[in-house]
């Protein structure tokens, strides 16, 4: 059977005609505004799907993290790598890894929360371009290395992670969006004490004692302004 030139260059491209899926999964009969849209229905659909499991009984962060690294994946070929859209999914995914890291320490499964927040630390990196547009998201890394230290401690490594709950420490110190110093300070105490060094250990518990009782006083500062303040338009009313 004789193959013609028009039929050999057909069979080479896999035969396809219009109406057939283009490179991007979609007709290619849509315009390029059509298939843009239909993606951006995709991400969103599943933007949401992804935070439903995270809300659900059942607190599905597993296929919530896979879905958010879909959306990411999706925004990084749709919008490039300094869009807004962008950082956004990077801020989520970074959370889910850290809040599923921290389920799987729970379970002993170390090898899986060490891959997922050393995932969240590539997300965070401090040259990265996130970093340098957001400074909320040295909270994230602070957090990040703050879990990092927690997972090295259950390993009984205890070297690594003093190093990390210091370098979570020296962030938290360094910028207004700390999300617990205290934490991370009650961390490294018992870290320290664990390894023996008891002295070290207690200056870290008095400090994080020192960190509560300011923010105990501010809370009570904060009822006494409001309370207050309703005393007084309650009195305006009379």
């Known amino acids: 059977v004789l ?26 009969s849509l315009s390029e505004d059509e ?51 962008v950082f956004d999914t990077c801020e989520q995914l970074t959370l889910a890894y850290n809040t599923l890291a921290m389920k799987l320490i729970d379970r002993d499964d ?30 994230l890394r602070a957090v990040t290395f703050n879990n990092l230290g927690c997972l090295f401690k259950h390993r009984r490594n205890f070297y690594t992670a003093i190093k990390y709950l210091e370098r979570a420490l020296h962030i938290e110190e360094s910028t207004s969006y700390a999300e617990n110093p205290a934490s991370t300070h009650l961390n490294l105490c018992a870290t320290l004490s664990m390894c023996g060094r008891h002295d070290k250990a207690l200056a870290y518990a008095n400090a994080a004692l020192k960190i509560l009782n300011k923010q105990m006083s501010l809370k009570v500062t904060s009822k006494l302004s409001d309370f207050k303040e309703a005393h007084k338009q309650h009195a305006k009313l009379l």
């Not at 170390?110 to 957001?134: M, N, P």
């Open 3 to 28: 193959v013609t030139d028009e039929e050999d260059d057909s069979s080479s491209t896999g035969g396809r005609s219009q109406g057939q899926s283009g490179d991007a999964g979609f007709p290619t």
């Open 35 to 85: 298939q843009f849209h239909q993606i951006c229905d995709e991400i969103q659909k599943k933007e949401a799907l992804a935070k439903r499991m995270q809300h659900s009984r059942s607190r599905d962060f597993e296929s919530s993290v896979e879905l958010l690294e879909q959306v990411l994946m999706s925004k990084l070929q749709l919008y490039g790598p300094g869009a807004e859209e």
């Open 110 to 139: 170390f090898d899986g929360a060490h891959e997922l927040l050393k995932k969240a630390e590539v997300l965070t990196d401090k040259d990265s371009e996130l970093s340098r547009t957001r400074e909320q998201v040295t909270r």
